[in-house]
């Protein structure tokens, strides 16, 4: 089974720098997808951004970016000009694709979370 | 617009009785799922429904019971077998990379 660990309970920042999310993986297979996404207080759940694992090419989305390095396992957000909207808990998810009686199946398995504080 | 619909936003239980979840989804999604927030954690998986009239276990499944008898509906059922069902419930969906969510329940069980 695939887990994922994110090492940092809590993180802050101040308005304007920038934080980097770590994030770790454990799996045997070479392509799926990762995932970023934030909840913030209205524990609403928004995707930041996305990697697929056969792409070498970071992603990027506006102010957010990752750090994907495959043999590592490991997937840090980048978080630049921070934002007091920014202020959520962040959680790193990835995807797997497996086969059950009925077809194809996939299933997203989440980190425990950082909770990220923006100071002003 | 489409989306995911939850209801209700909170729910309060008296231990010991069943209580039903509703997860409604206009987005033509194949696949939905119900997860599972405790404070200071991650989402756990609970039961997840690849097509209508089939669904699998997740990782934390005991205690719970679901149905998928219509594409858009994938209610969760908390059964009195659950030890601790007070938590924040997720409903998603998806037909490729991303999950959509919707806006959560909190059940509360004294």
């Known amino acids: 089974a695939q887990t994922v660990t994110q090492s940092q309970p809590e993180m802050s920042v101040q308005e304007a720098e920038t934080v980097t999310l770590s994030c770790t993986y454990d799996t045997s297979e070479s392509d799926y997808y990762l995932f970023w996404y934030k909840q913030p207080p209205s524990r609403q759940m928004i995707l930041v951004i996305r990697?697929?694992?056969?792409?070498?090419q970071n992603a990027t989305e506006n102010r957010f970016s990752v750090n994907f390095q495959k043999a590592a396992k490991s997937f840090s957000l980048k978080i630049s000009d921070s934002q007091l909207g920014d202020a959520a808990m962040y959680f790193c998810a990835y995807r797997s694709d497996f086969q059950i009686s009925s077809g194809s199946a996939r299933q997203l398995t989440f980190g425990s979370g950082t909770q990220l504080t923006v100071l002003p | 617009d489409g989306g995911i619909t939850q209801s209700p936003k909170y729910l309060f239980r008296k231990e010991g009785q069943n209580v039903t979840l509703s997860c409604e989804q206009n987005?033509?999604?194949?696949?939905m799922y119900w997860y599972r927030q405790d404070p200071g954690q991650g989402l756990r998986l609970i039961y997840y429904s690849q097509i209508v009239n089939d669904f699998q276990k997740g990782d934390i499944a005991e205690g719970y019971s679901v149905s998928r008898e219509k594409k858009e509906s994938f209610p969760l059922t908390v059964t009195s077998a659950q030890k601790n069902p007070t938590a924040f419930y997720l409903c998603?969906?998806?037909?490729?990379?991303?999950?959509?969510f919707g806006n959560g329940t909190r059940l509360t069980v004294t």
């Open positions: 998603a969906s998806t037909s490729g990379a991303p999950l959509h």
């Open positions: 987005l033509n999604h194949d696949a």
């Open positions: 990697q697929e694992a056969y792409k070498q």
